[in-house]
């Protein structure tokens, strides 16, 4: 919600990549024998991230499922939701901003101080009033423990002590990312030159990362 602008962004790539008549292969994976059998001089390795897990019991659970596949509405999410955030830029708040505005009942346990620590200064106020105006209750210094079919056990990070949440139809896990190298490492030895790049490398801001690629494009 609310950020549709970054969208500019993929829009003015697919118009530089139609513009220089680049050969993109969609629907495609890209396995080591498939990159390898085109001979390329050099590889980019740019596959993103993967969520990262919290040091918690019941995770593969039904009712458990990632942040980025309620996003993407591959998943479907119960009336009571809870947000399981260790991470502070937009994930956790995103993703229940993006659940409260579809009607859902929902909190927040963040495992340090505040919830999007990072966002920017200008931003932050907007987000929390939004959060806010949805109802979404946030509890901070709090961490997950374990999940059973319809409750979840957490803890307070300062002193241990656990409490018991009843009545949650899905538990949401918004624990940041850690980077995805399985391509890279197939790789590696295998072909002329070979670069891993984006959240591939390390899970960032956009700016980072697409200047890190802009930099490696410029050296090929």
Known sequence: PSKEGFLDLVRWHNQQVKRLNMDVRYNTEATPEAVLALSPDAVVVAVGSVPRQPDAFGLDRPNVVQMRDVLAEKVQVGQNVLVVCEEDHFEGASVADFLASRGKNV???HHWAQVGADIERYTKPMVMFRLNSAGVKISTFTALRRVEDRATVVYDTL???ERRIDGIDTVVLACGSVPNTSLYDALKGKVKEI??????????????????????????
């Open 159 to 161: 002193n241990g002590q």
């Open 107 to 109: 909190q927040i346990i």
């Open 195 to 220: 670069y891993l790049v984006g959240s591939a490398y390390a899970p960032r801001q956009l700016l980072e990362a697409t200047q890190q690629a802009a930099d490696v494009g410029r050296a090929i």
